[in-house]
T-cell receptor
């Protein structure tokens, strides 16, 4: 049973456009929802994270939207750049130093 | 802050030999570390949870005797792949939670190739 479902699997966006990646979760005990960026051969790097007490969080060009009732959250990358081309993973965890559960990833390509 | 250092970054070994991968938290203490495995173009799969001073907790389907985990101090966890076979070739990544305000930090990963 996949606890975090991520879509789309791949995404091509024009430079300057908005990249949108969606995730849905099932476990209502999850209370921490991060997004990670991964380049080939590297470990994941934390981009931005949100907790259920807010519906939106913005850091620079990256925004997380969170819908607790729908159990969904999304990542928006504004003014997408070729350097943003990477694989993005959503994840979730519950309190108590528990491991992250990852979505399957979205391969983003930003073309000029 | 909140850096996790993982070594080696890549290793090639012969079938039947053992390989040790180290994961260190450089500027924080980690009572718990997590080990993941990632196949090409796939997501991270949790292998085990490493607990300082006690036995690791392995996920279903992960062989405890093949993937030995030792968490001897608050800053170091090691994963030893014993009697490695080509099917163990993969990207191994460790992680630790650096605190609620920081979140989970990942090592840079280790590319293991068994020949």
């Amino acid at each position: 049973q996949q606890q975090v479902k991520q879509s789309p699997q791949s995404l091509i966006v024009q430079k300057g456009g908005i990249s949108i990646i969606n995730c849905a979760y099932e476990n209502t005990a999850f209370d921490y929802f991060p997004w990670y960026q991964q380049f080939p051969g590297k470990g994941p790097a934390l981009l931005i994270a949100i907790r259920p007490d807010v519906s939106e969080k913005k850091e620079g060009r990256f925004t997380i939207s969170f819908n607790k009732s729908a159990k969904q959250f999304s990542l928006h990358i504004m003014d997408s750049q070729p350097g943003d081309s990477a694989t993005y993973f959503c994840a979730a965890s519950s309190s108590g130093n528990t491991p992250l559960v990852f979505g399957k990833g979205t391969r983003l390509s930003v073309i000029a | 802050g909140a850096v996790v250092s993982q070594h080696p970054s890549w290793v090639i070994c012969k079938s039947g030999t053992s390989v040790k991968i180290e994961c260190r938290s450089l500027d924080f203490q980690a009572t718990t570390m997590f080990w993941y495995r990632q196949f090409p173009k796939k997501s991270l799969m949790l292998m085990a949870t490493s607990n300082e001073g006690s036995k690791a907790t392995y996920e279903q389907g992960v062989e405890k005797d093949k993937f030995l985990i030792n968490h001897a101090s608050l800053t170091l966890s090691t994963l030893t792949v014993t009697s490695a076979h080509p099917e163990d070739s993969s990207f191994y990544i460790c992680s630790a939670e650096a605190g609620q305000g920081v979140g989970y930090t990942f090592g840079s990963g280790t590319r293991l190739t068994v020949v």
